[in-house]
Every structure is written in structure tokens, then in C-alpha cells.
């Protein structure tokens, strides 16, 4: 074995770093040694980190606006804040949304502890509340609930956001509404397949949309099976070349099936 083959990895978050979140998280030790428990945990923020540091390599401008749908009190939002305004030197301005009035009112306390002044955390609904009305570079949305995915993605398209990272969970609204009517019913004779095949579909669907609306989509693998089922990821990027074959192969599936998908639903009602 070559001496290349022992080559220890180089993490953009590297050990001995101050990263307050990391330590919070219980990934490093007060030290900023890593937890050897704790080591995939590291590994999959550190994959985050690297698409997101991939699409911004070339970054040249001095500040980013940042907007998280369905943070909860994931701490992934802290360490994007330290990556751009710590690691790269960027005024960074980053406002996380959640539902909960405590979860919102907890990281608050923790941007402030951490010294964080552009991060903030706001109560809001994406389905029906006003949202930050400015230029928007980035948005993410990792775990936001069915259709609030929709409604967040919506949100990106109807701003222009240049840069679009979705992680999508609990894709209800295809398997609760889909029904026999083509090739694929095989794949909706039990539950198991139906909810899986639902999931795919939604995620298929919206990944064509956001083609379709002026976004190149690679659709990745974030973290491993092993770790979580949810590891699909939407990275978007925006060209503004947009189309219409994908969105006529999402509505013949839809009418075939009989299902419902809120963003084809949204797109669909402001291109008529």
C-alpha cells in the first residue's frame, strides 16, 4: 500500500478548531478533539459543508444572505454560520425559520452565546406567513415536513435564489392521494412499496419542476442509507433556462395517478 493510500482526510471543519456547535453537539470535546462516538456525526456535517463549499468556491463577493426553512435545533445552521463568517470571512447573514416558539427562542440564546450577531431565528409558517423580502443567495432546507419542502422550494423559485440545498422528509402527500392508473401499479399493490414509490415520485417531481423553472438539479446521495432513509438531496443551481417539457411529463404522471403535489400545483397556477 502506498503512502497515498494512508493519507488521512482533510475535513473543512478540522479537529482542534473552536466550533462552539461542534462541541454543543457532543461531536468534539471541550478540547476540540473529536468524539471517536461521534465521528460519523462529524463526517456527514463535514459533507454538508463540502457541497456547500463546493458551490461557493468561486464566491466573490463580501457578504451572503442565507435563509433555513424547518431549522428546529439543528445545529447544522450554526456551523454554516461559522463556515462563512469564521473559516472564509464573509459577512454572513443567515435567518433560520421554525414553527415553535421555544425552539426559536433557544437558538437565539445560543447565537448570542456563541457571539453569532447575523444569526437569527423568526416563528414563521412558509405555507402563509411574509418572509424576508430582500436579495437571497442561498436557501436551505433540510427535513422541512412534506409540503413545507414544496412551499420553501416555491419560495426559492418565486425570489430567484441563486443557490437551493433540500433535503426532503415525510413525502405524505403523493401516497395519501395516488391511485391505480397506468404501468406502475405493480409498484402500489402494497403499502410499502406505495410509500416508497411516493417518495420517489415526489422528490422526481420536484426535481423537474425546478428544471423546468431555470434551475440545473443534481440530485445526491447526502449521507449513507446506513445513517437515515431521508439521504436524498436536491443541490440546485439557478441558470434561468426555463421549459416545459418536464412540467408536461409531471401533470400526465398526475392525472394518470390522481395524485396531488403542491409544488407542480403552485408552479402550474402562476405560468397560467
Do not use: W
Not at 90 to 113: F, M, S, T, W
Not at 133 to 158: F, G, K, N, Q, R
Not at 224 to 231: E, I, Q, V
Not at 242 to 264: I, N, V
Amino acid at each position: 500500500m502506498t503512502a497515498s493510500h494512508n493519507r488521512k482526510k482533510e475535513y473543512i471543519l478540522q479537529e482542534g478548531e473552536n466550533i462552539p456547535a461542534l462541541v454543543d453537539l457532543g461531536v468534539f470535546t471541550p478540547d476540540f478533539k473529536i468524539v471517536k462516538a461521534k465521528y460519523d456525526k462529524y463526517k456527514q456535517i463535514n459533507r454538508f459543508i463540502e457541497l456547500v463549499d463546493d458551490a461557493f468556491r468561486a464566491y466573490g463577493r463580501d457578504e451572503i444572505t442565507i435563509l433555513d426553512f424547518g431549522c428546529g435545533k439543528s445545529y447544522l445552521t450554526f456551523v454554516l454560520y461559522y463556515y462563512f463568517a469564521v473559516k472564509r470571512g464573509v459577512r454572513a447573514k443567515i435567518i433560520g425559520y421554525d414553527l415553535k416558539e421555544d425552539v426559536v427562542e433557544h437558538c437565539n440564546e445560543v447565537a448570542a452565546r456563541y457571539g453569532y450577531s447575523d444569526l437569527h431565528f423568526v416563528v414563521a409558517d412558509v405555507t402563509r406567513d411574509v418572509l424576508y423580502s430582500e436579495h437571497i443567495d442561498m436557501l436551505v432546507t433540510l427535513h422541512a415536513c412534506d409540503v413545507a419542502t414544496d412551499y420553501a422550494l416555491h419560495y426559492a423559485i418565486s425570489r430567484g435564489v441563486e443557490h437551493i440545498f433540500s433535503v426532503p422528509c415525510c413525502q405524505h402527500e403523493v401516497n395519501k392521494t395516488i391511485q391505480k392508473g397506468g404501468d406502475f401499479d405493480i409498484l402500489l399493490s402494497h403499502g410499502l412499496f406505495q410509500e416508497r414509490f411516493s417518495a420517489l415520485l415526489t422528490d422526481a417531481i420536484r426535481a423537474a419542476v425546478l428544471e423546468d423553472e431555470g434551475y440545473d438539479v443534481d440530485v445526491i446521495e447526502f449521507i449513507d442509507f446506513a445513517h437515515s432513509p431521508k439521504n436524498l438531496m436536491l443541490r440546485c443551481h439557478r441558470t434561468g433556462h426555463r421549459g416545459t417539457k418536464k412540467l408536461t411529463e409531471s401533470r400526465r404522471l398526475r392525472d394518470q395517478y390522481g395524485f396531488e403535489q403542491t409544488l407542480l400545483s403552485l408552479v402550474e397556477n402562476e405560468r397560467q
